[in-house]
């Protein structure tokens, strides 16, 4: 009985003396640095192409239907629009004395806004474009995949000869 109460206290000792071992620790803190990032992408697709067929449509202008853009960015952020070029180039069979200017042919709208931002002061209906940048949404907020649609007009005259008119049309983010 005196060999087993003795053994059990040796064993007690060595599981004492095992969790009295000597330990470390090490630290390590964890920054992260989340830089401002933005990104803008049409969803729509990159090419619209819109016939004029007849005289009517000439005089009323057409339509492209909803062109959609999405916005991701981790801080607020507005959305400017400008044509790459103040005139469309032209290709076709005729020749033109004068080019077609982008203002007062090419006309935007904004038909939808899911951005958490406000539509620019200005930024109405039929809104021409030009070669020179306009704000169309502000105080936007951060988040992912936000999005807002336009439409565009086309109401060239019949002063120009048939063949193809082509602008580039850019939407640029901005964190401000």
């Known amino acids: 009985m005196k060999k087993r109460i003795l053994t059990i206290i040796v064993l007690l000792m060595a599981f004492a003396v095992r969790t009295l071992a000597e330990s470390g620790t090490a630290q390590q803190s964890i920054l992260l640095n989340l830089l401002p990032i933005i990104e803008i992408a049409n969803v729509s697709g990159n090419t619209i192409s819109l016939s004029f067929n007849t005289i009517s449509q000439y005089e009323n202008g057409l339509n492209t239907g909803k062109q959609v853009f999405k916005v991701r960015s981790n801080r607020g952020f ?26 007062n042919t090419l006309f935007l709208s904004l038909v939808e806004n899911s951005t958490k931002g406000e539509i620019a002061n200005g930024v109405h209906t039929d809104m021409p474009l030009s070669a020179t940048a306009k704000d169309i949404l502000v105080n936007c907020g951060r988040g992912d995949e936000q999005s807002f649609a336009v439409n565009y007009k086309a109401k060239p005259d019949l002063t120009y000869p048939a063949g193809n008119y082509q602008v580039g049309i850019i939407y640029t983010a901005t964190q401000p």
């Not at 959305?79 to 203002?103: C, H, L, N, Q, R």
Request: glycine share 8%; charged share 15%.
């Open 78 to 103: 507005m959305v400017s629009v400008s044509a790459d070029a103040p005139t469309f180039s032209y290709s076709g069979i005729g020749t033109s004395e004068k080019a077609m200017p982008v203002d």
